[in-house]
């Protein structure tokens, strides 16, 4: 299983950035694909998430309306587009995949134990 995250930049405040998380795994139309991010010295955090096709997505408050996800299960790819970011914003991102089928609360880690690298997003102000 593997997850390869790409996309992440160096951008100014309020531009924009579209993250893509392409994975390697079986059923991937059945799995909750998440993005979490972590800051230096802080937790890991979730950010969004699509559940299986056909599902409503999830996301933080704090990027509700700025963020969106989507997938395409053809090629077993989620995509995270990121409009307005902030300071704020900037961390660490990692595409986290559950297994196939099962149900999933989608904010929380421990359901998810497939993880990608990460990729770096940092907005300057």
């Known amino acids: 299983v593997q997850l390869q995250a790409s996309g992440g930049g160096l951008v100014q405040d309020g531009g924009s950035l579209r993250l893509s998380c392409a994975a390697s795994?079986?059923?991937?139309?059945?799995?909750?694909i998440g993005w979490f991010r972590q800051a230096p010295g802080k937790e890991r955090e979730f950010v969004a998430a699509?559940?299986?096709?056909?599902?409503?997505?999830y996301y933080a408050d704090s990027v509700q309306s700025r963020f969106s996800i989507s997938r395409d299960d053809a090629k077993n790819t989620v995509f995270l587009q990121m409009n307005g970011l902030k300071p704020e914003d900037t961390a660490v991102y990692y595409c986290?995949?559950?297994?196939?089928?099962?149900?999933?609360?989608?904010?929380?880690?421990?359901?998810?134990?497939?993880w990608g690298q990460g990729t770096q997003v940092t907005v300057s102000s």
């Open positions: 795994l079986s059923s991937f139309n059945d799995r909750t």
């Open positions: 986290a995949a559950s297994p196939s089928g099962q149900f999933v609360i989608p904010n929380l880690r421990r359901y998810y134990p497939y």
């Open positions: 699509t559940r299986r096709t056909g599902g409503r997505p």
